[in-house]
């Protein structure tokens, strides 16, 4: 196998046992899933980015899949490894593994805009309550406010929603 990644342009680096900590620069990683690695903690798959997986299994039960899944297991080459199916499964489990991420990114990027709409409507509230304005008219506000300082609307926002708890005490 080590020979095939070679041949198609893979730098290869191999360890056994596998090790917790993986170089830096590490894209991808095969991993053999028997016995002898299902107790096994491995640093590498809870980096924020980690690498992608190819888990390598010679039999198949709901133990080793789930170390697969634990693994972060993209792909699945079955041992004896043939060198027709590397390619195509170190292709499939990177574009995966790309994919996640980049939906993972979507996801917080999603959360983060999710989360500023929530307090703006929250400091509209606030605003149309202590002001005795309506929807449109608080937003307005916050806008104005944004733009003057030249700051997003939402850091506004959080500003009022502070302001308001200081000012409005302790509630109970």
Request: glycine share 6%; aromatic share 4%; proline share 6%.
């Amino acid at each position: 196998m080590t020979q095939q990644l070679q041949r198609i342009g893979c730098q290869v680096q191999t360890f056994w046992p596998p090790v917790p900590d993986l170089p830096d620069n590490v894209d991808l990683v095969f991993c053999a899933v028997d016995q002898d690695v299902l107790g096994m903690a491995f640093n590498w798959v809870r980096q924020e980015q980690p690498p992608a997986v190819i888990a390598i299994i010679s039999y198949e039960n709901p133990t080793i899949f789930d170390a697969m899944i634990k693994l972060g297991a993209t792909g699945v080459l079955t041992a004896p490894i043939r060198s027709t199916g590397i390619l195509s499964t170190l292709v499939l489990t990177v574009g995966l593994n790309e994919a996640m991420r980049k939906a993972e990114k979507r996801v917080l990027r999603l959360e983060q805009k999710l989360l500023g709409i929530n307090q703006i409507n929250e400091a509209k509230s606030i605003l149309m309550r202590t002001r005795n304005v309506g929807d449109s008219e608080a937003y307005r506000i916050i806008r104005e406010q944004a733009m003057s300082r030249r700051v997003p609307t939402e850091e506004i926002a959080r500003a009022i929603i502070h302001a308001n708890s200081i000012l409005s005490g302790p509630t109970g």
